[in-house]
């Protein structure tokens, strides 16, 4: 039986300012809750909660999720036991009754098996996944809620989410206690890469502090909502994909359809006039079309491209074997260039 917990470490952080978001939250030996500082905002989908109030609401429904593979280390913590055994470990949360459990799609790559511990009452269950997107990097679970107590989270508005609010990242790592911290939003619409060599669009980037075994933890807005699924992949500390991909995503699972999502195999970054290519990657779309490194992508399809940002998400719009037409500026020439879209890959080829 393991004994209750005296302290929650609730790390601190805001954005700039130097202004604190919140302070410890500790509990007495009573076992009630004090918070010594509160600093969360008021925000337009539901009443103010502080930090402390928002913990209690929401620490019984994160989970601890431990994963084992044969395939060697996985992406996210991996711990080989010397029989070939790798361990990866992340968090997740409670999405309804039925037993569904949200995280991230790194933390259960390539697993044999998969267990979910429900710290606050003792309980460690087998889950097995009911679907998954690796260009989103969200999972589903499903345990059995015989005997559990699940209390669900609430998915919020992330398009309301603006650069500065004030948000919770709470996840289970060890599977004893949940674990938070504190901060704000820095930026919307970020990208990030993740294992395979995709990049995840339309990400957050916060300061709240994202401890290890995080991943697939709960981004919360001031009102408790769920606002994003925290990420700690390419050795990000502050980064989670909007609860509305999630919802998106879920949806998509829910009603048994095969995600599948064009692929141009192009990576750039921005430069006057358009998006630079730095990579084109092998045998790829772009790369049969005769798109070369260094070429500027100026529009795709009429409209203008600034970032890999814009490119991905007018890719986005269409079907593998769909065309698109590129306008690219190549040493001072004018051209386009007309790619058919293929099926994303699991993995990308190295450039």
Request: charged residues 20%; proline residues 5%; without cysteine.
């Amino acid at each position: 039986m393991r004994s209750r917990q005296v302290a929650v470490p609730l790390v601190a952080a805001a954005l700039g300012s130097g202004i604190t978001a919140a302070a410890m939250v500790t509990r007495d030996e009573s076992g009630q809750s004090i918070a010594r500082e509160q600093g969360l905002v008021t925000v337009s989908q539901g009443a103010r909660l502080n930090a402390d109030e928002i913990y209690e609401k929401v620490a019984p429904s994160v989970v601890s999720v431990s994963a084992n593979t044969v395939n060697g280390p996985s992406a996210f913590d991996a711990q080989a036991d010397g029989s070939q055994l790798a361990v990866s470990t992340g968090s997740g949360f409670v999405l309804d009754s039925d037993g569904r459990i949200l995280t991230s799609a790194h933390v259960i790559s390539g697993v044999t098996s998969v267990q979910v511990t429900f710290a606050d009452q003792q309980r460690i269950v087998e889950a097995h996944v009911l679907g998954k997107d690796e260009e989103s990097d969200i999972a589903v679970l499903a345990v059995d809620p015989e005997g559990l107590d699940l209390r669900p989270l609430e998915l919020g508005d992330s398009g309301s989410v603006r650069p500065g609010d004030q948000v919770m990242a709470v996840g289970n790592p060890t599977g004893v206690r949940a674990t938070a911290g504190t901060g704000r939003i820095a930026a919307t619409g970020q990208s990030v890469e993740a294992p395979g060599g995709y990049l995840i669009d339309d990400v957050f980037a916060s300061d709240a502090v994202i401890e290890p075994a995080s991943s697939g933890g709960p981004l919360l807005a001031a009102d408790g909502r769920v606002v994003g699924i925290t990420s700690r992949i390419a050795g990000s500390t502050g980064f989670a994909v909007p609860s509305n991909t999630a919802r998106d995503v879920l949806g998509r699972i829910e009603h048994g359809a095969t995600i599948v999502r064009p692929y141009i195999g192009i990576n750039g970054s921005p430069t006057s006039g358009g998006l630079q290519v730095t990579d084109v990657y092998p045998d790829g779309p772009a790369d049969r079309s005769g798109v070369q490194v260094d070429d500027v992508i100026e529009t795709i399809d009429d409209r203008p491209v600034s970032s890999l940002t814009d490119l991905l998400s007018e890719v986005d719009r269409h079907a593998p074997g769909d065309s698109v037409t590129l306008s690219v500026l190549r040493n001072g020439t004018r051209g386009d260039v007309t790619v058919l879209l293929a099926e994303r890959p699991a993995t990308l080829a190295a450039g």
